[in-house]
């Protein structure tokens, strides 16, 4: 599917095994991103997205067929679909991209059940951004 946003043209496609180094790079910049607390280094994360993409989780990519501009991954639950990561590189942000993966993955793929996701307590533009498409809140977990 090709997406316009801003005049420039986008496509969603299933994410390939070669991909896993660029997913994995861009999993070290959510991880800053949001400050979380995983100090996996980037081999480690690699190795992590290598057996998940092998085994349960499904990622698609948001490309203009040169250059990625974001990732959605995920895996099926059997009850639900379990959002991992949803990211979008620091200069397409606050360009609807994220937005438009969602869109694009309601209309595509998670049109049978409810989607899940987990989101750091502390990362308000992610709560904000969540809500904003319809996500509520859950349950609230707790760790000490």
Not at 20 to 41: F, G, T
Not at 55 to 64: G, S, V
Not at 81 to 102: D, S, W
């Amino acid at each position: 599917m090709v997406i316009y946003l801003q005049g420039n043209c986008m496509q969603i496609v299933k994410a390939k095994i070669d991909d896993i180094k660029e997913i994995a790079r861009m999993n070290k910049l959510l991880i800053e991103d949001e400050q979380h607390p995983n100090k996996m280094n980037i081999y480690q994360l690699t190795d992590r997205m290598t057996g998940w993409l092998e085994n349960e989780y499904i990622c698609y990519l948001a490309t203009d067929g040169k250059k990625i501009s974001g990732y959605c991954l995920y895996r099926d639950d059997g009850e639900y679909y379990y959002l991992r990561q949803l990211f979008v590189e620091r200069q397409y942000r606050r360009k609807g991209i994220a937005t438009q993966i969602l869109d694009w993955m309601y209309s595509n793929i998670w049109q049978d059940k409810k989607v899940r996701i987990d989101v750091l307590s502390h990362n308000e533009n992610a709560i904000a951004f969540y809500e904003n498409y319809g996500f509520s809140i859950g349950c609230l977990r707790m760790e000490k």
